[in-house]
């Protein structure tokens, strides 16, 4: 259930209120926005509502049907903006992720970046660790790309948001990465998703390859309920009877997930596609449907890649694509760049 203070209610009218709150086994979670506090009541045993209205300083108690608490408009009704490396995600902002699928060895991803930092991207992708279908695919450099995406990244000042599929490989990841990222095989992976929920560093979550979108605000409400409130939702494409595209890129999830959650929603058209052809048009179908960001693979040379080359853009069209999403941006009442 979710507690609503009085405009106005002091301090310590609100810490009594989360002190009666965990006297009774539940989770404390404040939200505070420009009118009300709001204190979310997650766990714990059965309590009558009336001995919360009763508290100084409590407006009214509402009980959430829905199973995920923290994650929905109810809970924080204020778009939540996440920023890294000067770059915004939610509210009336659209940030932009670029970059290669794979970590290939240290010129590709330096001249990666370079490219990136010269088109204004602020952050970088980069796998190091590839949960691939065939056993005798890329499999990604590990540590050593971590360490060689970070020292590029360093050198052209950007952030970077990179894949971790295992909870022993967190503390690795907290040491090279920017932002990390749960990819869609792991999206209902939930004892990584408690870990990340202790680590103070923004998540994205992408949506599984048959997820739908309560599963997926679930799988977000395990980051939030440990304590990180820095999930970014990622759209990647769904598995569909058609296929005449990787995936089918569901642009429908974003105005759903924007009325039910506060958290930012991004868009990944690369793998939601699969086809290089086919990574603009959606982009800019993203945008217009109301985006919180998109995430574009971008290879120095994808013809030599190692990994989805044919998802990803040449340079000279990722930067006549990001001109073209910087101008639509502002006719959806939107800022970008």
């Known amino acids: 259930m979710l507690v609503v203070m009085r405009h106005g209610a002091s301090e310590d009218n609100i810490q009594k209120v989360i002190d009666f709150i965990k006297s009774k086994g539940y989770d404390a979670h404040v939200s505070r926005g420009d009118l009300h506090t709001v204190i979310g009541a997650v766990g714990g045993k059965v309590m009558d509502p009336r001995d919360l209205e009763l508290l100084d300083g409590v407006k009214e108690v509402i009980k959430i049907t829905s199973s995920y608490k923290l994650v929905s408009r109810i809970f924080k009704n204020e778009d939540t903006i996440i920023e890294v490396n000067g770059e915004k995600f939610g509210g009336d902002y659209v940030g932009m992720i670029a970059g290669p699928c794979t970590i290939e060895n240290e010129d590709q991803i330096n001249e990666c970046a370079r490219l990136m930092a010269q088109s204004g991207v602020k952050i970088i992708r980069g796998g190091a660790f590839k949960p691939r279908t065939s056993p005798y695919a890329f499999q990604g450099l590990g540590e050593e790309g971590l360490k060689l995406i970070r020292n590029a990244a360093d050198k052209y000042n950007l952030a970077v948001t990179s894949e ?13 990465v920017d932002i990390l990222q749960v990819g869609a095989r792991n ?12 680590v103070n560093k923004p998540v994205i979550l992408k949506r599984g390859l048959s997820a739908t979108i309560e599963e997926w605000l679930m799988a977000a409400e395990y980051i939030l309920s440990g304590g990180n409130r820095e999930v970014i939702l990622c759209e990647r494409g769904i598995r569909t009877f058609e296929v005449a595209t990787r995936n089918t890129l569901d642009l429908c999830a974003i105005p759903v997930v924007k009325k039910l959650s506060h958290l930012p929603i991004i868009i990944d058209p690369s793998h939601g596609t699969g086809l290089r052809d086919k990574v603009a ?11 919180d960001g998109l995430m574009i693979e971008v290879h120095n040379k994808p013809e030599c890649a190692l990994c989805d080359g044919a998802q990803s853009l040449y340079p000279e069209q990722f930067d006549e694509l990001y001109a073209k999403l910087k101008k639509i941006a502002p006719v959806v009442d939107k800022i970008m760049g």
């Open 281 to 291: 048009p959606m982009s800019m179908a993203s945008i217009a449907a109301g985006c």
């Open 164 to 176: 971790v599929m295992e909870i022993n490989q967190i503390p690795l990841f907290l040491d090279y």
């Open 187 to 198: 999206m209902q992976n939930f004892n990584l998703l408690k870990e990340l929920s202790k």
